[in-house]
Nanobody, 126 residues
Framework: QVHLVESGGGLVQAGGSLRLSCAAS????????MGWFRQALGKEREFVAA????????YYADSVKGRFTISRDNARNTVYLQMNSLKSEDTALYYCAAQERSTWTSPGTDRRYEYWGQGTQVTVSS
């Protein structure tokens, strides 16, 4: 079992920045690729960004490319999402998720991720 806890969400004005963190515990962190997803009110959950166990492979949704940066610190068992130039359409509940690295073939597919956090709310005011 992998336990994930997100933090860092909040209310920010458009154009501002936030950094989300996701702390993992329970199993060897480097056995897992990590992803960030988000779900806005009334919409389906969507992929935001993903990172391989080593950080050597990174993927972004087109909507966040150039504005968001995913990273991980394996010594701290933590994955981050730096969000810059935030827009009102970034408002959502943000989740981190973990998938065993051996099965990580579709970084943007949420159903392939085995473990999920509870989410942290990001609200961008225009």
């Amino acid at each position: 079992q992998v336990h994930l806890v997100e933090s860092g969400g909040g209310l920010v004005q458009a154009g501002g920045s936030l950094r989300l963190s996701c702390a993992a515990s329970g199993r060897t962190f480097t056995n897992y690729a990590m992803g960030w997803f988000r779900q806005a009110l009334g919409k389906e959950r969507e992929f935001v960004a993903a990172i391989s166990w080593s950080g050597g492979a990174i993927y972004y949704a087109d909507s966040v490319k150039g504005r968001f940066t995913i990273s991980r610190d394996n010594a701290r068992n933590t994955v981050y999402l730096q969000m810059n130039s935030l827009k009102s359409e970034d408002t959502a509940l943000y989740y981190c998720a973990a998938q065993e690295r051996s099965t990580w073939t579709s970084p943007g597919t949420d159903r392939r991720y085995e473990y999920w956090g509870q989410g942290t709310q990001v609200t961008v005011s225009s």
